[in-house]
């Protein structure tokens, strides 16, 4: 039973336009969404999150959008920069799980020169 | 940095062994989080401690226990050991008890590599 889903492995796209990373959700519970970035031989690192009472949340070149009636969230990165290569997580959580985080399968982002 | 240590961070042992993971939280964070990622199966959160205290459980295994001892790092103890059970395990950290909002940003360490021959 996943309950979050990445549907994409990996995704590959040229420096200076924007990568986009799409995320889907069954649980209508969720109520907190998290983007982590990982790079190899590394933890996970927090990137962005959103709470289900907005429906975006910016920070400098990252946004996350929140479209609750599809259950569906993206990861906006612009402009997509070589540093910006690495595995891209979100996660999802709900109130009532104290802090228990249920992480997608993760998509690999290339970022060509 | 994220400020959570772990320790050690590779290991290899046998099956049936015994093996004892630990991790410090970042400075003033309460919860204490364990995540295990293998190939197949992404990371699984496996126990939440948050001072002290059991906080939220997932799919651990009864052969590994948690505890959170009083200046708050953590252990994970993984027996009897299977060729399975090789993977990274995370911890991870954050300032309160999680529940909403906010307070479910947590913060990883760069995990321990088990590995079982």
């Known amino acids: 039973d996943q309950q979050v889903k990445q549907n994409s492995p990996s995704l590959s796209v040229q420096e200076g336009r924007i990568s986009i990373l799409n995320c889907d959700y069954t649980?209508?519970?969720?109520?907190?969404f998290l983007w982590y970035k990982k790079y190899p031989a590394e933890g996970p690192t927090f990137l962005i999150s959103?709470?289900?009472?907005?429906d975006k949340n910016e920070d400098g070149r990252f946004t996350v959008f929140l479209n609750k009636s599809a259950k569906h969230l993206s990861l906006h990165i612009v402009p997509s920069q070589p540093g910006d290569s690495a595995v891209y997580f979100c996660?999802?959580?709900?109130?009532?799980?104290?802090?228990?985080?249920?992480f997608g399968q993760g998509t690999e982002l290339s970022v060509k020169p | 940095d994220s400020g959570v240590t772990q320790t050690p961070k590779h290991l290899i042992t046998a099956t049936g062994q015994r093996v004892t993971l630990r991790c410090s939280p970042r400075?003033?964070?309460?919860?204490v989080y364990w995540y295990q990622q293998s190939l197949d199966q992404g990371l699984q959160f496996l126990i939440q401690?948050?001072?002290?205290?059991?906080?939220a459980k997932g799919n651990i295994l009864e052969r590994f226990s948690a505890q959170q001892f009083p200046d708050l790092h953590s252990e994970l103890n993984l027996s009897s050991l299977e060729l399975g059970d090789s993977a990274l395990y995370f911890c991870?950290?954050?300032?309160?008890?999680?529940?909403?909002?906010?307070?479910?940003?947590?913060?990883f360490g760069e995990g321990s590599w088990l590995t079982v021959v």
């Open positions: 991870a950290s954050s300032p309160n008890r999680g529940g909403g909002g906010s307070g479910n940003t947590i913060y």
């Open positions: 649980n209508s519970m969720f109520d907190y």
């Open positions: 959103i709470s289900s009472i907005k």
């Open positions: 996660a999802a959580s709900t109130y009532n799980q104290g802090g228990k985080l249920i």
């Open positions: 400075s003033g964070d309460l919860s």
């Open positions: 401690y948050y001072n002290g205290e059991e906080r």
